[in-house]
């Protein structure tokens, strides 16, 4: 009956059986797709899975590296911060312009690195991180940007070194901002309260605005010709298994302001909407630990 079909399909037009056998043809296809990657690995040339093997090998031993200063010399951790992502995020922009990912870019994360790099590189030539600045960058590299590292899950697959950067790009900033709070390098003293914590948001918002007005103004005829084009925006909405994704959709389903077999549209007003107040308050929330991690170590 219908009951049962919604109950086991979500759908009441759907046949039970038919949805049996879609999950199962899913499942049929995925595991075809593993068992060929598998061949594909296996007939690789020996030199391939060399060049694995020395990525695997110097990534285990940047992980050691990284833990040995961040724990015996965090007033060092700044110049390794900067020595290590600075290569990686050329390597990035490099690759990602030839695959049309450019505009991943222009992410807020990679403007907080720029932030937290600059105030590095400008300890590193004498001066020190102190002040609201500081305290903007510890607030959103502590909040948005760690809690990222579980949204968009990101691993240590060290013979990737797209997994690698990314995950480096997102742990890096709140190890940096810790050392220097906890294991000198900079004047950090003083409470992280609210005003911090508006500065954070407005950061954001600032960065927001000037990524809308990049993409719908600036870019906007560029990216409508160029579908294949990915920004953060196209990949989220395109991406069902992503959590932003399932939130976003399960609390438009529950107002009534989407159907349950609906699926984004990245290029329509109400997904941009969405998806622009989805990282906003996702900002704001994640934000909230960021007070008592500056004032506990």
């Given amino acids: 009956n219908a009951a049962l079909r919604r109950a086991v399909t979500g759908d009441p037009g759907t046949r039970v059986?038919?949805?049996?056998?879609?999950?199962?043809?899913?499942?049929?296809?995925?595991?075809?797709?593993?068992v060929k990657t598998l061949r594909r690995r296996a007939r690789e040339p020996v030199v391939v899975r060399a060049v694995d093997k020395a990525?695997?090998?110097?990534?285990?031993?940047?992980?050691?590296a990284t833990e040995y200063v961040v724990l015996a010399r965090?007033?060092?951790?700044?110049?390794?911060?900067?020595?290590s992502l600075a290569p990686l995020l050329a390597h990035r922009v490099v690759t990602y312009r030839r695959r049309r990912w450019a505009y991943f870019c222009l992410d807020f994360c990679y403007a907080l690195n720029a932030l937290c790099m600059g105030l590095a590189v400008a300890a590193l030539a004498g001066g020190r991180a102190r002040g609201r600045l500081f305290a903007l960058a510890f607030a959103l590299a502590n909040g948005p940007l760690l809690s990222a590292i579980l949204v968009w899950r990101n691993s240590f697959i060290f013979h990737s070194l797209d997994h690698v950067t990314s995950t480096a790009l997102h742990a890096l900033p709140p190890m940096w901002t810790y050392a220097v709070r906890w294991g000198g390098g900079g004047d950090a003293g003083g409470a992280l309260g609210f005003p911090a914590?508006?500065?954070a948001v407005a950061a954001y918002a600032a960065w927001q605005a000037l990524y809308v007005l990049k993409t719908e103004v600036f870019d906007a005829a560029y990216l409508e010709s160029t579908p294949d084009e990915s920004t953060s925006l196209r990949w989220i909405a395109r991406d069902g298994k992503n959590a932003m994704n399932?939130?976003?959709?399960?609390v438009l389903v529950s107002g009534g302001l989407m159907r349950r077999d609906e699926d984004f549209d990245?290029?329509?007003r109400k997904t941009k909407l969405t998806f622009w107040a989805a990282q906003l308050l996702y900002t704001v929330v994640t934000l909230?630990?960021?007070p008592l991690m500056w004032r506990s170590r």
């Fill in 17 to 34: 059986r038919d949805h049996v056998r879609r999950v199962a043809g899913d499942k049929r296809r995925a595991m075809a797709g593993r």
């Fill in 55 to 64: 990525l695997f090998t110097l990534g285990v031993g940047w992980v050691v």
């Fill in 74 to 83: 965090p007033e060092h951790f700044g110049a390794w911060y900067v020595a």
């Fill in 197 to 199: 914590a508006a500065d």
């Fill in 246 to 250: 399932r939130l976003c959709k399960g």
């Fill in 266 to 268: 990245p290029d329509t």
């Fill in 288 to 290: 909230a630990p960021a």
